[in-house]
């Protein structure tokens, strides 16, 4: 690991490391960190848990930290048998060249965390042609069975799900692996995505089942949750690799609005600026940077109005303390007896 004093009168890409690996952790995350682990260690293991939140909250950073903890409470275990992986973190892959997810992609990926071959690194073909043909996603699936049981992989954490809905592979496929993978004993598959993730819970009714969404909320425009958000705006300015200064004291509260309280995107700002700081004849902060840095106005609004869209959509997929007001026996046999009939009504018109 990078120290600071290193990452300061390194390279950018040492400076990029040593971020990657500070994860400062504010109120919110810790809450969810809490939370994530209660879940992981019920008795008998709850299959799914599914971390949504808004673009720029830190769900990626999360996502780290997470595996981190994982590791360290399995230090022991990996201690006595090195050749152990209790735990990996993988990037779903968005489908920009082919609209449906590459599976064979995804195994891979989750078998170079794990350390071990893929189909990809030319391995799992047929010695001959006398030997069962499989495809090439049916191999990678096959190796990636045999790289957990040979790792004895307990906690799977698949970052960017969200690529799963705005792909055009059915529901199903991914519902099936995905409820395939949490069918293991003592295995925690940890979901990570944007606001819309939480509809993969409507992928099959046996996911949804065993689904848990927990919701990462951002810092809302009031006092107690501004102190929150300026403590960790602090903690960071403290840590960045940067050998000037960098003051903030009267710009927290343009940075907190600009930003819509979301923690990543303050970060990614704050670390914008002080790149372009670094570049000037004598590197020192600027608040003119720090200007050019914020989110544009049509881009703040996006953000925005994406951010209160997702807060108001996930409320019905949360568990809260509240009574809730379940639907009746009654009303769910009338809403299926209004689909037949749209379903009758539509063949009809089709076969006319």
Known sequence: MITKEQAVTGSHEDKENYMNDLLIPHRTMSAILEETEVLMEQIGGLSIIL???????GKSAFGRKLLRILLQ??????????SIIPAVLVEVDSADKK?????SLLYARICKALLAPSVLDG???PRNLEEEQHSPAENSRMMLEKAIQGRRLQHLILDEIIHFLHSSTPPIHYGDLLKSLSNRSNFNLVLIGAYGSEELIHATGQLARRITVIHCPRYKQCEADFIEYATFIKSVTERLPYSFEIDLENDIQYLFNGTFGLCGASVRVILEAAARCSKEKRPRWS???????????KKHRQIAMETLRGEERIQPYLQDE???????????????????????????????
């Open 287 to 297: 608040r003119t940077l720090l200007l050019k840095s914020m989110p544009s106005l």
């Open 123 to 125: 391995f799992g073909m």
């Open 51 to 57: 971390i949504v939140g808004p673009t720029g909250w």
């Open 73 to 82: 409470d399995n230090a022991y275990r990996i201690q006595e048998d090195p």
């Open 322 to 352: 509240l009574v809730k007001t379940y639907t009746t026996e009654e009303d769910l046999w009338r809403e299926l007896k209004k689909e037949h009939d749209e379903h009758g009504q539509l063949n009809r018109r089709r076969a006319r």
């Open 99 to 103: 609209p449906e997810i590459d599976f």
